[in-house]
């Protein structure tokens, strides 16, 4: 069966800072790999995706990620934060050639990140 | 255009007592999934629906847990009877394809079994 770690479960960091959020996963097989976000309040969005091609993505407000497949990861990047990004970070895979379960969303635990202004 | 509904968005009921979540999927998306967040811990697959049917429940924990979605429209899970340990978020998502690629989750329904 598939799984996916998120290292840090709560980061905080002040505005203008870097952020990286790890996600790593195990699975053999092709993947898709997902980070949504969640704001306080509301529901789950998608905030990028990778099916395949070009393994660094960008996403909505102005965040990234890449997929190293040697490292079985899916890092969360954003050069700048800001205090609206504040919320809960969740990284997902799926293997859709796989079945039964592996064929649907495996979350990581995910990461409540909080922007101090 | 409506997105995924839950009702209710929190409920608070004893352990030995039933509950029923409902999912009102968006409109012609015939995928709907449930998952579910225990104590803070990772979100989790509970099952999947294909229209009526049930495409995949291997997630389900025990048969204390009941999904229906008949008529292919919204969908209501019944916990009976609620155990301390089925405290949680649960969230459902809808699509119009399956693959989970392009998932639309609703708010959850914030569950707690005292």
């Known amino acids: 069966a598939q799984s996916v770690s998120q290292h840090n479960h709560h980061v905080i960091l002040s505005e203008a800072a870097s952020l990286e959020l790890g996600c790593n996963y195990s699975y053999g097989g092709t993947v898709n790999l997902f980070w949504y976000v969640q704001y306080p309040g509301q529901h789950l969005q998608l905030l990028l995706k990778y099916f395949s091609g070009d393994p660094l993505v960008k996403g909505i407000k102005g965040f990234e990620a890449e997929f190293i497949k040697s490292k079985f990861s899916f890092n969360l990047r954003k050069p700048s934060v800001q205090w609206s990004d504040t919320a809960e970070y969740f990284c997902a895979v799926n293997a859709p050639g796989a079945s039964g379960s592996a064929r649907q969303l495996t979350f990581g635990s995910g990461t409540q990140l909080t922007v101090l202004p | 255009e409506a997105g995924v509904t839950q009702f209710p968005s929190h409920s608070v009921i004893e352990k030995g007592q039933t509950v029923t979540l409902r999912c009102d999927p968006i409109s012609g998306h015939d995928n709907l999934y449930w998952y579910r967040r225990v104590m803070g811990k990772e979100i989790k697959f509970l099952l999947h629906?294909?229209?009526?049917?049930?495409?995949?429940e291997s997630g389900m924990p025990n048969n204390r847990f009941l999904a229906e979605r008949t008529g292919g429209t919204y969908s209501t899970l019944k916990v009976q009877p609620a155990e301390l340990e089925d405290s949680g978020v649960y969230f459902c998502?809808?699509?119009?394809?399956?693959?989970?690629?392009?998932?639309?989750f609703g708010s959850g329904t914030q569950l707690s079994v005292l």
């Open positions: 629906f294909v229209k009526e049917s049930k495409q995949d």
């Open positions: 998502a809808s699509s119009q394809v399956s693959g989970g690629k392009k998932l639309f």
